[in-house]
């Protein structure tokens, strides 16, 4: 039987059989199982986020340019977005706990060997090897869940998995922050020797393998190669848009070939015995509107969140700490919200959580769009709060939308899906919101500057100034007088938040975009289909 014909039938199954009660002993305990593939998942979020705070120390003590560090992180979110459907495919293959553990073991020695790294070069392939093994691991993780827990539990376990993503990217700069500043920032990536290690011996001991009667007994290395080549041109396109221009030639060439490789791909797939991706798996609205759900949230999520770093350092003049500390409020929400939401989605399915979510994320971000560079730490707060209270059901929802109503022999599959939209999500709402705040600070500067009275700039002078405004940073020259250097900050700022309050409506109409399609998602047709699978 193809995985097409499987999909086809499990969409047709009119009664789900429930899954068998919670698994007895140490080995495929499913809450043991949880805490294990914690650990390995919380190394992947937290080095997403507390990355950035190291690259100036990087930039500093290797001699790097802005663009070499830029590829510190580019190459991670590269790599893991273009290989993670894949790595998916193959935990269902071969299984998710052997594809977890050499994950972790991957990242753990790419962590290292960025420690010990003496060139940008070899930090950045290492970044690369890390987003990887990155890859290997996160939809494991998920299949792993799965093919664990049984129905009734699996949106309390995904709502504790999300909580664990949620806490460790925001807490990614606190840690960062303090790491660098007491330690150094080779220790940003030690830490995850020891981290791997503990997470190895646990998943040795606790993680049992799951394997569906069903699951893929070849690789479909053409269809491989046409998503990577998409994704890859699609992620590239958006990175660097910023740099190329979103009117450049270069830009839309790789936008192109990514919308040329993903037909190839879909008229591939819909001719061979076993694709790496189903194409009858989206005749699925629940999964499909699940996909679209979390690429909407991470571009309104990251996107918006991108300008908050720069508005609390540079504006506000916080430092990476204080800045962390600032956002505890969106962390905490979080983690307080997500288990909640895991129980909100058991009792009453998931359409209303996931709506009600991006109801608050479309107030939150509207709110942000209301910040001045004077207001104080209460609003802030109140709105962080709110964003987070907003984006753990649909976290936790749309994973279980998509993991539950695929079948349990692509739950790897769905689990690089969940991952893949994220990324891709993040990667276009830094880029699209980037590039909505380039422009209004581009059409606002020359006149606020002139408005000021300030001494009149060259072209070149004002696309620089431009350049600095866009990330915060008052355009001050190195001998200003006092009156003047007060004047350029209070107009840089200005300019700055006007610039931030556009991109964040263009946030808050995307939420509400995401509102709607909340409504077409329901409760996974196959979740009962995991606990107890094919016990290997």
Known sequence: MTSQTTVEKA?????????????????????????????????VALDGTIVAIANPAIQKDLGATFAEVQWITNGYFLALAVALITAGKLGDRFGHRQTFLIGVIGFAAASGAIGLSDTIPLVVAFRVLQGLFGALLMPAALGLLRATFPAEKLNMAIGIWGMVIGASTAGGPILGGLLVQHVSWQSVFFINVPVGIIAVVIGVVILKDHRAENAPKSFDVPGIALLSAAMFCLVWALIKAPEWGWGSGTTWLFIGASVLSF????????????????????????LSAGVVLM??????????????????????????????LHLLPLTSMMIVGSPLAGAMITKMGPRIPLAGGMLFTAVAMYGMSTLEAGTGSGPMSIWFALLGLGL???????????????????????GGLQQAAMQIGGSLGTAVLGAVMASKVDSDLPDNWAEAKLPPLSEAQLDKAAEAV?????????KAPPSIADQITSVAHDTFMSGMGLACLVATGVAVAAIFVAFLTKRGANAEAGAGVGHI
Do not use: C
């Open 295 to 324: 690429v909407l949230m991470a571009i309104a999520f990251m996107g918006g969140l991108f300008f908050v770093t720069f508005y609390l350092q540079n504006v506000h003049g916080m430092s990476p700490v204080d800045s962390g």
């Open 392 to 414: 753990a059901p649909v976290m936790v929802g749309a994973t279980e939308v998509i993991v539950g109503n695929a079948p349990m022999e692509l739950s790897g599959v769905a």
């Open 470 to 478: 866009q990330v915060g940073v008052a355009p001050v020259p190195p």
């Open 263 to 286: 037909a190839l791909f879909a008229a591939w797939e819909s001719k061979v015995a076993e694709p790496l991706i189903p194409l009858a798996l989206f005749r699925s609205v629940p």
């Open 11 to 43: 969409d047709e199954a009119p009664e789900p059989v429930p899954g068998p009660s919670l698994a007895k002993g140490l080995r495929g305990h499913p809450w043991l199982t949880l805490f294990a593939v914690a650990i390995g998942v919380m190394m």
